[in-house]
Structures are given as structure tokens and as C-alpha cells.
């Protein structure tokens, strides 16, 4: 309630947002319990359901017509108060459901997205005709949905008529202005949608505006899809007693507010903007003229809230279909708005009215805002790709390319697509290839200083120093804290429900605290305490938002000015808090004189001696020496900082990856139940066999391996792989490489290429059955070669136990909240599904 915004005028019942935002403060406790009994008993007060109708007449329309007029519904509120709680409520049990196609009522997806869909679709179809059937539907039924018919029914409607108010019950619709409003008619209109898709058809759907773009190579089938399509719409809408308006959708198409024609020709949307214009510039001039000395200021911004609002409207879905010829109408839209915005003569030109008001020219304005559309939606609408996804798509058009030119962002970069290739970078001529091209400020982020971004030399001297952490011997001695982890992550499974689980989330704390437990001795029990802090940062450091995703951007493709900046890959509270716990840890051991032979015993070890060394038989050389000739021994101080930093990257890189993965599998077994049998009759067998569930009872679980590096194959944790050539290097097609140079290794392009993995997108563990040939390089989850993942092997004896112990107990089916197909999230630099996935788990008996 103190987000309410004031200055707007109140409902019915006169209570306006400054009143209510006073009285918090004294009747937090009373309003609070008002709205929880209002959510218990389903009942929506009657004083808040009445809506006061202000009618204005619409610009240039006659006064005796209904539809002349605009209404505007002045509601409580306290009522959309009410109403803001019971949509997060409808948001988080059936936001993540609606279909992909709807963009009204759904947070993030505007009428730009909508409009850039319809012409995505038509754009990157590859049919010789593309039609787009547009529906308008009106008239909303008010029994839609049994948790919000009491919000529904017994609703009021005051219109003022000649000095006194009209009162009558509303039978239809929502009001204007309601909260709830446009979810409930997205959940109603989902059912369209989804009619459409289950006949092969694409729907796009804003508010009441519904597009069924049709992909055909004749006519005729033009013809026999749309027929399909008129057909179940008419169907559906007598169902649901709605009527379609078929003379708002002629041959020039309006949708979400944009025209366009056939062709996708935008010229009618620049000569219906410049037609809008006039009444806009006439209100401008009304206002300006009734106030006497109206500011400079003040003019610049009626321009901008009623001109350039228009000017501007949907830009990221037109700019780009229009022409030389339309670009003229637009700007002589805006020509004609500026002259009443600067009072200038009409012989000033268009560049000195740009300049006197202020305002950039409106091409510019809208290839601006169109561009940083495409950068904060990844250069799609609802359906755009990913990174990744736009490699794989660049490796395809070149089938017969083993090196395909790629821009990433505005830096060059050359795409590795050829498994031998890969292999020659990553393995046989690693020495030209060495660094990850992460150029670190060690003044300003010392502690972004670690083995992934670490160069040259110092990457070998410190990788081989901390390799020995991770050998068989130290990996089969962890196991005994592994089971009492695996035997809490059961509790915790048990405690929280097994309906309708997020298992992501359980098995994200699973991985905290074996990770904490052995590498670094901690008791993190987040298993027990989901809301702990430790918890809560791990989170948020894979909290991916917008502003992450430029840093990374900006870190990745200009390194020199992000190392004069000190731009760092981490979040300064997250990294406070992690090097803290750190800090704190290695204090009490130093002091108690405490040693467990893990990783934290390792880097102190280090820091005990000074530095570490590396010997190499050239001084440019940054690979291990071969033959005997002359060494030469470089050492590399450690520091406290550098210590903790390599400590902070190893507990923080794997916490999101490993319940990615294991959460993936789970996911795929609940799809594949006769392979889910198969598993577990393994686990079974050869718990008997060994005794317990054990180092070497896990290791031995062949089939469980195969489906948990299949999956890893389906969604690699590292999406991409960056090197940077150190050495000038020839490929064998005679392709020279410079020092400096990026190159690009596409992992989720080559685990989902068809000639490396026929029919790539079905879930089969036989491809890596052990008597299976595997292509050196064309299996790339933790990389490959000297900076492959130094912690492959942990992470795998983790998710394989982890795994197994969860199988044993129960058996693993998809619950139908789960929205499928499953969608990859397009903000996160991990391979992540965008919607969560909810498992139901049937116990098995003893």
C-alpha cells in the first residue's frame, strides 16, 4: 500500500491513494487483517464492486453515439488493493500456465511484443505464403473462474447523467481500470489459444485481439488451415457467448494499435499515425494557449505524453518494414507537432525544429528504442532466442563450415563448429589456445582473481596445485558426509510435500551443503533451513536479471574498459557475504589448529609456503614441458585475497549446475518411466551387491551414468565454451588465427547436431552405452582438455548419488502444472528452464 500512487482521483466511495497511505502507518494492523479475512471467506466488499463512469467524448466523433465516447471507471482503492493480492495469488498458481502466445495480462509482454511476434512468425517462415487471420472479440462473460465470482457478481455501475447518477447492475465485462481485469480475460482467452495450437496453427492474442498466422505452399492450403482456424474460433466463442467483429480487421489490418498491410508493409501505420496527429497538436495548442507563459519545460512534455506517446507507439514492431517513402509521412507527423510545441514559422525546416524542441529526429527515435527493445528481449519477442540458441542457428545455416564468422554483440568472433576443430583447440594444439580472455583488475577485484579467469602460466602453477583435492581417494573419503547430506535431502522431501514439488529448489540446497561440508568443513544446512542466509545468497548469485546480463556483456566484449572500471562478474553483497563466511572459517581453523585434508587445508597449505611455481622449458611457453631441455621457473605469490577468491568461485560456481543437471534427469525419467524402472532396478542391484550405497556402488551404476550424460547432453551446463589465441595459429583448411582473437566453442550446438547425435532431441542413454564409439570433442558439459572443469568428478559422484538415493525412494512423475514443452530461460547464462518444474513423488514400499 505505500507504492500507491496519489493524485488520482478516488472511486465511489471517495477514500482516495493519500488517504489510505495516512492511515496505514495508524491502521496497518486493522487493514492487514481486513484483507487476509476478505482472502479466507472469498468475499469481495460490495462497496468496493461499484465503479463511477466518466464518459469523454473522443476527438472529432458526434455527441448522440455511444461509441463516441471513452469511459473511464473510477474504482476503490482499497478495493484494487484486494484486487492486487488475489491476482499475485491467480499469478502464482496459473501465471506459468497460459499459453505462450498471449501477451495481454502477462507481466513483461507488451503490445510491441505482440505486433514483433506476428511479424516474426511471417518473417522467419519458410513457406511461400504466410497469411495472418485477425479476430477481434468482444463482450466478456463474468463467469469465468470460481475463485474470483464473488469479485464477479453483484457489481455496480454509476454513470452521471444531467446534474445526477444512474445507477445499474453490470451484467457483463469488467471494469475498466481494475486490476484483475486483464489476467481474468487472459485466462479466458487461453482457451482459444490453446483450441488453435491443437490444430497446428501459430495464435498470437493481446487483450481481445487475436492473430492466427497461417504457413502454407499453396493456396489452397492457405485456404484449408484458415477454414480450420474460423471454424474452431466460432465454435469456442459460442461456447463461451462471445461474438467476433469481423469489420474491425479489413484487408489493412490493425492489431495492438499497429497497421499493417500485405507483405508486412508498415506505410499505413505512418499515414494512420500522421491522420492521429492533428487532434493531438490541437489539445497541445489548447493547453499551451490556456496558460498564459506556459514554460519551455512544460511544452516539451505535452509534447511527449500526447505526441510523441503516438509518434513513438509499437515502434520496435514497425520500424523495421518501413520504407524511404513512410519514414517521410512519420516525420512530417512529427513536424506538424513540433511546430505547435516550438510556435515557430512554418518556413522553419524539420532539422532547426528537431533542434529548437529539443527532440531527435523520429527515425532515430525509433531505431533507438527499437534497439534497446531488441537488447532487453535478447533480439526476439515472447519465442526469442537465446545466445546459444542464435548460435546453433548460424552452426545450421553453414552445415558443410567447420569456422563460421559470428558477432558477438559488436565484438568479431570465430564459432569452432567441427568437432576436430574442437579438438585441436581444446587438446592437441592447447599451447595456441590457453586463456579464457578475461582481462581482470586485481587492484579493484582481487578476488575475481581465480582458476576461470586466471592466465597463461599462473592458470597451470595453481591448477596443478589444487588438482590433488580431487582424486579418487579424497573423493571416496567424502562419502561418509555425503550420506548424512543425501539422508536430509529425504527428510527434506518428506517434510515439504510430494505433490506438486519444485525439486530444483530441495536439490539446490543439496548441493550448498555438500559442497560446504567438503570443501570447506561448513555446516550449511540449508536442507534444514531453506530461509538461512547462506541460502538466500547462493540464490542470488545466479539471479540473473537485466542489469547482470549488460555487466556480463560489457565485461565479455570490451575487457580493456571493464578492467580500467573495475567491472566484476559479482555482486559486491553476495561476494561480502560469501568472503566473510570464508574468512571466518579459515580464522577458527588457524586458531584451533584444525586440519580436514579438503580444499580450504589445501590454500592454506599454499599460503603458508608463499607461492606456487611452474617450471617450463621455454619462457613463452604456457604448456607443460616434453623434452629434457632448459627450464626456466616462474613463482606466483599467494595472497589472502587471491585465497579466498579461489575458495568464493569454488563454492559458488557449483551450486546452480549440479541441481540444474540432477533436476533435468528427474525431468526426463518422469517422461520416460520405462527408462526411469531400468534406473532404479540398477541402484537396486547394486546397492545389494556392495552392501550400502557407496563410492564404489555408485561408480559402478553404469546405466545411471548413461542417462545422466545424456541429459547433460540435452542441457549442457556450459552452454558455451570461450578461448583466446595466444599463439598464432593454422588451421588445416589454412584459416590463420591472430593472438587476441576470440573464439567460440558451441556446445549446445553440437550436443543438439544431428551429425554427431541422430534425432538429438529424444532422451536415449543408449548413445552412451560403453561399447558406443564417442567422437573425441562432441561431448562438452564440463569442457575438455587442461581447462576442463577441475571439479568434474565431484560433481558427478554428487548428482550420482544424489540421484540414486532419490530413486530408490520414490517413484518420479511430471505434475500437470508443469508448462510444456519445456522452455529455456533466456536471461540466465546456465542452461535453466524458464518456468519451473513440478514433480510428484509416489513412495515406494519397503
Not at 497497421?259 to 499515425?273: C, E, I, P, Q
Not at 503516438?310 to 520500424?319: D, E, G, R
Not at 565479455?556 to 573495475?566: H, L, R
Request: charged share 25%.
Amino acid at each position: 500500500m505505500g507504492s500507491l500512487r496519489t493524485g488520482r482521483a478516488p472511486g465511489f466511495d471517495r477514500v482516495d491513494a493519500g488517504v489510505v497511505k495516512m492511515c496505514t502507518g495508524v491502521l496497518t494492523q486493522f487493514i492487514h487483517q481486513l484483507m487476509v479475512d476478505c482472502l479466507r471467506s472469498g468475499y469481495f466488499p460490495s462497496a468496493w464492486k461499484i465503479a463511477r463512469v466518466c464518459a469523454f467524448l473522443k476527438a472529432g466523433r458526434p455527441v448522440d453515439l455511444p461509441g463516441s465516447y471513452r469511459m473511464i471507471s473510477l474504482l476503490s482503492v482499497l478495493g484494487k488493493t484486494l484486487e492486487q493480492l488475489i491476482l499475485a495469488r491467480l499469478q502464482f498458481a496459473l501465471g506459468s500456465g497460459l499459453h505462450p502466445g498471449q501477451f495481454g495480462g502477462v507481466p513483461g509482454r507488451s503490445k510491441s511484443h505482440a505486433a514483433r511476434e506476428i511479424a516474426d512468425l511471417a518473417t522467419n517462415s519458410t513457406s511461400r505464403y504466410v497469411v495472418a487471420i485477425f479476430f477481434i472479440s468482444r463482450h466478456l462473460d463474468n463467469d469465468i473462474c470460481a475463485l474470483v465470482s464473488n469479485y464477479l457478481n453483484d457489481r455496480r455501475v454509476i454513470l452521471p447523467e444531467y446534474g445526477r447518477d444512474c445507477e445499474r447492475q453490470a451484467e457483463m465485462g469488467i471494469p475498466q481500470g481494475s486490476v484483475l481485469g486483464p489476467f481474468l480475460w487472459s485466462l479466458l482467452f487461453d482457451g482459444a489459444l490453446r483450441k488453435l495450437v491443437s490444430a497446428g496453427l501459430n495464435a498470437v492474442a493481446y487483450v481481445d485481439g487475436l492473430a492466427v498466422v497461417i504457413h502454407a505452399n499453396t493456396k489452397a492450403g492457405i485456404e484449408a488451415q484458415g477454414r480450420t482456424a474460423v471454424a474452431g474460433l466460432t465454435g469456442w466463442c459460442r461456447r463461451v457467448k462471445l461474438s467476433l467483429a469481423p469489420e474491425k480487421a479489413p484487408p489493412v489490418v490493425t492489431y495492438s494499435g499497429v497497421k499493417m498491410s500485405t507483405g508486412l508493409k508498415f506505410g499505413a501505420n505512418a499515414r494512420y499515425t500522421r491522420e492521429k496527429i492533428p487532434a493531438r497538436v490541437a489539445v497541445v495548442r489548447a493547453m499551451c494557449g490556456a496558460a498564459w507563459g506556459v514554460s519551455y519545460r512544460s511544452r516539451q512534455i505535452y509534447y511527449s505524453a500526447l505526441c510523441q506517446s503516438v509518434l513513438l507507439y509499437a515502434a520496435p514492431a514497425w520500424v523495421r518494414g518501413l520504407r524511404a517513402a513512410d519514414w517521410a509521412i512519420a516525420l512530417s507527423a512529427q513536424r506538424t507537432a513540433l511546430l505547435a510545441v516550438t510556435q515557430a514559422f512554418r518556413t522553419t525546416s524539420t532539422d532547426a525544429l528537431q533542434v529548437i524542441a529539443g527532440r531527435p529526429p523520429l527515425d532515430l527515435q525509433a531505431r533507438a528504442l527499437s534497439a534497446a527493445w531488441e537488447v532487453a528481449n535478447g533480439g526476439q519477442s515472447s519465442r526469442r532466442r537465446t545466445e546459444v540458441q542464435r548460435l546453433k542457428e548460424v552452426c545450421d545455416q553453414f552445415p558443410d563450415e567447420k569456422v563460421v564468422g559470428f558477432y558477438e554483440f559488436i565484438r568479431p568472433a570465430l564459432v569452432i563448429k567441427d568437432a576436430e576443430y574442437v579438438e585441436a583447440v581444446l587438446i592437441k594444439d592447447f599451447p595456441h589456445f590457453v586463456d579464457h580472455g578475461f582481462d581482470i583488475n586485481e587492484t579493484t577485484n582481487p578476488l575475481d582473481v581465480n582458476l576461470f579467469t586466471m592466465t597463461g602460466k599462473r592458470w597451470r602453477a595453481y591448477r596443478n596445485k589444487l588438482s590433488p583435492i580431487f582424486t579418487t581417494v579424497k573423493l571416496k573419503s567424502m562419502y561418509g558426509l555425503m550420506t548424512d547430506i543425501a539422508n536430509n535431502l529425504m527428510k527434506a522431501i518428506d517434510r515439504e510435500k510430494t505433490e506438486c514439488l519444485e525439486l530444483k529448489d530441495v536439490l539446490g540446497r543439496f548441493s550448498m551443503d555438500v559442497i560446504g561440508s567438503f570443501a570447506f568443513g561448513m555446516d550449511a544446512n540449508t536442507l534444514a533451513d531453506p530461509e538461512s542466509k547462506f541460502r538466500k545468497m547462493g540464490k542470488k548469485t545466479f539471479d540473473f536479471n537485466f542489469k547482470q546480463f549488460l555487466k556480463f556483456m560489457f565485461i565479455s566484449n570490451f575487457p580493456e574498459f571493464s578492467k580500467k572500471y573495475g567491472q566484476s562478474f559479482s555482486r559486491k553483497d553476495v561476494q561480502h557475504y560469501f568472503v566473510n563466511v570464508i574468512k571466518d572459517t579459515i580464522d577458527y581453523r588457524v586458531e584451533k589448529k584444525v586440519r580436514r585434508n579438503d580444499f580450504l587445508d589445501l590454500m592454506l597449505q599454499l599460503r603458508e609456503k608463499g607461492s606456487v611455481e611452474i617450471t617450463t622449458k621455454d619462457p613463452s611457453d604456457d604448456y607443460p614441458a616434453i623434452s629434457n631441455e632448459t627450464y626456466t621457473t616462474d613463482k606466483f605469490e599467494v595472497t589472502d585475497d587471491l585465497m579466498v577468491g579461489q575458495a568464493f568461485v569454488f563454492l559458488t560456481a557449483g551450486f546452480e549446475a549440479t541441481a540444474i543437471i540432477m533436476n533435468m534427469t528427474f525431468y526426463q525419467l518422469s517422461k520416460n518411466p520405462g527408462i526411469q524402472e531400468r534406473v532404479r532396478e540398477e541402484i537396486n542391484e547394486k546397492v545389494r551387491e556392495y552392501g550400502s550405497l557407496s563410492f564404489d556402488s555408485v561408480k559402478d551404476m553404469t546405466y545411471l551414468d548413461m542417462c545422466l550424460k545424456e541429459t547433460m547432453r540435452m542441457y549442457p551446463p556450459a552452454q558455451v565454451l570461450f578461448r583466446t589465441c595466444t599463439k598464432e595459429y593454422t588451421f588445416s583448411n589454412g584459416l590463420v588465427v591472430k593472438p587476441g582473437e576470440k573464439l567460440i566453442i558451441p556446445v549446445f550446438a553440437i550436443h543438439r547436431s544431428g551429425e554427431y547425435y541422430p534425432d538429438p532431441m529424444r532422451f536415449d542413454p543408449e548413445r552412451f552405452g560403453p561399447d558406443v564409439f564417442q567422437r573425441p570433442c562432441t561431448f562438452l558439459p564440463f569442457g575438455e582438455g587442461p581447462r576442463g572443469c577441475i571439479a568434474m568428478r565431484f560433481a558427478i559422484q554428487q548428482m550420482k548419488f544424489g540421484l540414486a538415493k532419490a530413486l530408490m525412494s520414490y517413484k518420479i512423475k511430471v505434475n500437470p502444472k508443469t508448462k510444456e514443452p519445456i522452455e529455456l530461460n533466456k536471461k540466465s547464462l546456465v542452461t535453466t528452464t524458464k518456468y519451473p518444474i513440478y514433480i510428484d513423488l509416489e513412495v515406494i514400499s519397503s
